[in-house]
Each structure stands twice: as structure tokens, then as C-alpha cells.
């Protein structure tokens, strides 16, 4: 659909053009806010399968692929999962990040194809991304996705989406026409990074990748990020710089592990068990006791 307020938008300065984006970015959230309940219910399912040893998978095409291998490429320094823990497929390939691949998306049994060589199962969860909600290689990911048993989620910027069929949760960013008509990268995208950023990072707190709303999961891969997880040891225990260096070191940078060391002063090896008793959850870790 052409969006009336912008018909006129070659005519208009640089000032009117963001002035209307903008305007039109407002819906968003909204959009977004009316299927928080759809969501929340994607994220029971996904917190489910990552505590049960499953996975999470998004598949799609164009930009709707791009923003799945994104937001799952960002997971494993966020929260210190495995990369095979959340997966992101793009329609095409790696290639198909940053050059449109002929055809890609076109292809149902691509999708199906996909799916297959990632080897999806019973206990996973699948999340087909199409702004357009019609996709052939989205909606052969999910037929063969559900064939192999796993949990099915369908996210569109259309209401009776294609995609939608046979799916265990229908998601609808229905966000209205574009600035630029069809440019899917635009609201719609916006619309789908929020969503996407809600079922991982619900999810991860979810499973106890989140203590209080620090990120106690944090994999202290560079400098920035050695330095963050002192600062957050610092934030739950108010011990030093020095003592959160040295307790990070003792506990081989597991973060939480310092975090139970410090907060219950058991030796590493018994608040390691600790840990693992309450499912590698901080809290209920520290609130464990003497048991």
C-alpha cells in the first residue's frame, strides 16, 4: 500500500523527509505493543526448549533474514551462549548479507532444504520471518520444520499472514504502509528487530543468563567486556576493583561463579555445585542456603 502522508516526498527537503520518517516510526511500538501477548508466548515456548537442550532458529529472507542472523549473532556475547544455541538462516546463504541473491526467496524448497541441513528437531523452535507474510522460503522452512516436530513461530507485518499456516504462534507487526512504498526495510524492520530483540533477550533472562538486569553471562571476550564483568561483580557484591579482578580470575571469568563466591564466601568448587544445583541460576544459587 502507498502511504498518502508521503506521496509527495521527492518534493520534500531533508528536514520534511526525517520530520515524516519520524512521525511514522511513532507507530511502531504501538504496532509492536499490541502483540505483546503473542510474544510473551513465543518466549514461554523458546525458554522452554533452551532449558530442555533445544535451540532456537530464525529463518528468512532479505532483510527479515538479515535481522534474524543479527539478532542471533548477537546472543553469545550478550548472554555467553553457545553459537549453535540460536542460529539465524538467511535465505541464499551467507552471500545473501550483503548481496540479494537471485531467486533465493522465491524457493520453497530452499526453505525446506534449509531447515533440513540444520539439522532441526523435536525440542527446537523455528521462527519464519516474512514482513510480507508470504515468502515461499519461509513458509517451506516452517512446513518442514513442523513436519520434523519443532515448535513453530510465524512473524509477518500482515494479519492472515501465509506463513501463519499450521504455525503454534502467529506474530503480527502491523506497522501500515512505508514512507517509501514497499520498503520493508523501514517500519517493518524497525518492527521486527524490537520483536526479535524480545524473544531473545525474554528468553535469556528466562533461563538465567540474567541477574537482576545485569548480563552475569557475559563471555569477557575483549578488553570492554573484561572490564564490564569486573564492573558488574563490583555492582552485585560493592566489593572492590581488586577483589572483583582477582575472584573473576580465581573463578576461570565466570562471572556468575564469582558473583555465588562472593555473595555466599563458599570456596570455588562448592559454589560451583552450588551453581549447577540451581540450574546455573544466580539467585536461586545465593538464595539456596545451606541446603
Known amino acids: ?38 510474544i510473551a508466548q513465543a518466549v514461554d515456548l523458546i525458554a522452554d526448549a533452551l532449558e530442555s537442550g533445544g535451540r532456537l532458529f530464525y529463518f528468512g529472507a532479505g532483510t527479515s533474514g538479515r535481522l534474524g542472523v543479527l539478532d542471533a549473532a548477537e546472543c553469545p556475547p550478550t548472554f555467553g551462549t553457545d553459537p549453535a544455541q540460536v542460529q539465524g538462516i538467511i535465505a541464499g546463504g551467507k552471500a545473501a548479507m550483503t548481496v540479494a541473491v537471485e531467486g533465493a526467496e522465491d524457493s520453497l524448497t530452499m526453505g525446506q532444504e534449509d531447515v533440513r541441513a540444520s539439522g532441526v528437531q523435536a525440542g527446537d523452535v523455528v521462527v519464519g520471518i516474512a514482513a510480507s507474510g508470504r515468502t515461499p522460503y519461509v513458509i517451506g522452512a516452517l512446513a ?3 513436519a520434523r516436530q519443532a515448535v513453530t513461530v510465524s512473524l509477518s507485518c500482515n494479519p492472515g499472514a501465509d506463513i501463519d499456516q499450521g504455525a ?23 518492527a521486527t528487530k524490537m520483536a526479535l530483540n524480545m524473544l531473545t533477550t525474554a ?36 566489593v572492590s576493583y581488586e577483589v572483583a579482578e582477582q575472584v573473576i580470575a580465581e573463578a576461570d571469568g565466570d562471572v556468575k561463579l564469582a558473583i555465588v563466591m562472593l555473595k555466599t564466601g563458599l570456596p570455588k568448587a562448592e559454589a560451583a555445585q552450588r551453581l549447577q544445583r ?14
Request: aromatic share 0%; glycine share 8%.
Open 203 to 238: 528468553s535469556m533472562v528466562r533461563v538465567g543468563k540474567v541477574y537482576g538486569n545485569l548480563m552475569v553471562n557475559v563471555q569477557a571476550t575483549n578488553r570492554k567486556l573484561r572490564e564490564r564483568a569486573k564492573q558488574i561483580v563490583m555492582e552485585v557484591t560493592d
Open 168 to 190: 503454534d504462534v502467529c506474530i503480527h507487526l502491523v506497522v501500515g504502509p512505508e514512507v517509501v512504498t514497499g520498503s520493508t526495510r523501514l517500519k517493518a524492520g524497525t
Open 1 to 38: 500500500m502507498r502511504n498518502a502522508a508521503s506521496e509527495q516526498l521527492d518534493q520534500m527537503s531533508a528536514l520534511e523527509i526525517v520530520t515524516l520518517m519520524n512521525e511514522e516510526d511513532q507507530k511502531v511500538a504501538q504496532a509492536v505493543k499490541k502483540v505483546l501477548p503473542e
Open 144 to 146: 518442514e520444520a513442523k
Open 278 to 291: 540451581a540450574g546455573n541460576k544466580v539467585r536461586p544459587a545465593i538464595e539456596a542456603g545451606g541446603e
